[in-house]
């Protein structure tokens, strides 16, 4: 017997990247839970993948151990390899020839994400020409054109206290938007976003460019913005932003939709937003960046740390201290006086009645009792 049909003969089961939104064909592996060679039960958690509108957890098809095929950052197509399941840990495997079959069946042309097809079209790039072994993205098709200027919009009647950009044009921006024009004391100029082309319009609101404007409009006076990427899929990406706008010099406000409710004790910290119909209690804290969504509650004594997302919906009670860069998925209940840790992710609908470590993934529904 050939000792690949023999190696083939030991993998009990394959793990592969699953569909989670029909219009996105690839996803991003954030998180391994187990290690090369692991032994582990049907239905262990193995890996946490995501892509820009949803997360999931990926658990063991069968029990036996995890080879792994890829590494947490890829960004991997649906149907592609990211474990097996062998019947020993030590039995040798062409580990990285087993994770390249399924990328050879691919149809031979450049793998872009839709921004980065978006822009390489924008800068009239051929896309015959682009590399095929890897997947692009923004940044990749920036410096395969070589990074070149762009033209900076000169803006009118730009006033520093009242002038905001957005930066973002998706769904989250479209809500911030709204926020923004409801408050009635901001004036939008336009929208940055690195994957639309200047002049999009959006709700009636331009696109004025990528990133590499920023600089541009700071020296028009241009001093407010305000964050419109959501984040839910990876937070990382929204703090980054926050770091962007920072870094050139932008302030940024607190945005609380004239519709939520915020009691005068509370403490709203720089960039926050606070969208229609959710409520903050007396005394509660809301750390710079952090946000709380539609519909919310935050009750009293409670503290969200920086950059953290309370989703639509989600039930705190009083007395309750969620760290930074937390995702308190939709639906949540959290009961009196608990403690989440830095980076957890609570899923849609879930109960918690314990405290949370740090890093914890809670599924959706899940009731956690510690």
Same mark, same amino acid.
């Given at each position: &017997?050939?000792?690949?049909?023999?190696?083939?003969? &030991?993998?009990?089961?394959?793990?592969?990247?699953?569909?989670?939104?029909?219009?996105?064909?690839?996803?991003?592996?954030?998180?391994?839970?187990?290690?090369?060679?692991?032994?582990?039960?049907?239905?262990?958690?193995?890996?946490?993948?995501?892509?820009?509108?949803?997360?999931?957890?990926? =658990?063991?098809?069968?029990?036996? *151990?995890?080879?792994?095929?890829?590494?947490?950052?890829?960004?991997?197509?649906?149907?592609?390899?990211?474990?097996?399941?062998?019947? @020993? %840990?030590?039995?040798?495997? +062409?580990?990285?020839?087993?994770?390249?079959? =399924?990328?050879?069946?691919?149809?031979?042309?450049?793998?872009?994400?839709?921004?980065?097809?978006?822009? $390489?079209?924008?800068?009239?790039? +051929?896309?015959?020409?682009?590399?095929? +072994?890897?997947?692009?993205? =923004?940044?990749?098709?920036?410096?395969?054109?070589?990074?070149?200027?762009?033209?900076?919009?000169?803006?009118?009647?730009?006033?520093?206290?009242?002038?905001?950009?957005?930066?973002?044009?998706?769904?989250?921006?479209?809500? !911030? &938007?709204?926020?923004?024009?409801?408050?009635? @004391?901001?004036?939008?100029?336009?929208?940055?976003?690195?994957?639309?082309?200047?002049? @999009?319009?959006?709700?009636?609101?331009?696109?004025?460019?990528?990133?590499?404007?920023?600089?541009?409009?700071?020296?028009?006076?241009?001093?407010?913005?305000?964050?419109?990427?959501?984040?839910?899929?990876?937070?990382? !990406?929204?703090?980054?932003?926050?770091?962007?706008?920072?870094?050139?010099?932008?302030?940024?406000? $607190?945005?609380?939709?004239?519709?939520?409710?915020?009691?005068?004790?509370?403490?709203?910290?720089?960039?926050?937003?606070?969208?229609?119909?959710?409520?903050?209690?007396?005394?509660?804290?809301?750390?710079?960046? *952090?946000?709380?969504?539609?519909?919310?509650?935050?009750?009293? +004594? *409670?503290?969200?740390?920086?950059?953290?997302?309370?989703?639509?919906?989600?039930?705190? %009670?009083?007395?309750?201290?969620?760290?930074?860069?937390?995702?308190?998925? &939709?639906?949540?209940?959290?009961?009196?006086?608990?403690?989440?840790?830095?980076?957890?992710?609570?899923?849609?609908? %879930?109960?918690?009645?314990?405290?949370?470590?740090?890093?914890?993934?809670?599924? %959706?529904?899940?009731?956690?009792?510690?």
């Amino acid at each position: &017997m050939e000792k690949s049909e023999k190696a083939e003969q &030991m993998i009990k089961a394959e793990v592969l990247v699953p569909l989670l939104n029909a219009n996105e064909p690839e996803a991003r592996l954030v998180e391994i839970h187990v290690k090369e060679g692991q032994e582990v039960a049907k239905g262990a958690l193995l890996l946490t993948i995501e892509t820009t509108k949803a997360a999931a957890d990926v =658990e063991a098809p069968e029990a036996g *151990c995890v080879r792994l095929l890829a590494e947490e950052g890829a960004i991997l197509e649906v149907g592609e390899r990211l474990a097996l399941i062998t019947e @020993t %840990a030590d039995e040798p495997l +062409d580990l990285k020839a087993s994770a390249k079959k =399924e990328r050879a069946s691919a149809d031979g042309g450049p793998r872009l994400t839709k921004p980065a097809r978006v822009l $390489a079209e924008q800068l009239g790039l +051929d896309l015959a020409s682009l590399p095929s +072994d890897r997947l692009l993205t =923004e940044e990749a098709i920036r410096q395969l054109a070589g990074k070149p200027e762009v033209d900076v919009p000169v803006l009118k009647q730009v006033d520093p206290g009242k002038t905001l950009l957005i930066y973002g044009g998706g769904g989250h921006a479209k809500t !911030v &938007m709204e926020m923004a024009r409801a408050l009635g @004391t901001f004036k939008i100029a336009g929208i940055i976003d690195d994957g639309l082309p200047a002049g @999009t319009d959006i709700l009636g609101i331009p696109v004025l460019g990528p990133r590499e404007i920023l600089p541009g409009l700071v020296a028009q006076g241009v001093r407010l913005a305000a964050n419109g990427v959501g984040g839910i899929v990876d937070i990382n !990406v929204r703090v980054r932003l926050f770091e962007l706008l920072e870094s050139r010099g932008f302030e940024l406000p $607190a945005l609380v939709h004239p519709r939520a409710v915020v009691e005068v004790s509370a403490e709203v910290g720089a960039g926050v937003q606070v969208f229609a119909n959710a409520y903050v209690g007396s005394s509660a804290v809301l750390a710079p960046k *952090c946000m709380v969504n539609t519909g919310a509650i935050v009750s009293h +004594d *409670c503290v969200i740390g920086s950059y953290t997302h309370i989703a639509p919906g989600a039930l705190l %009670a009083g007395h309750v201290h969620v760290g930074q860069r937390v995702l308190v998925g &939709m639906g949540v209940s959290v009961v009196i006086g608990i403690r989440i840790g830095d980076g957890a992710r609570i899923g849609s609908g %879930a109960i918690v009645l314990a405290d949370v470590p740090p890093r914890t993934i809670l599924k %959706a529904g899940e009731v956690w009792r510690g």
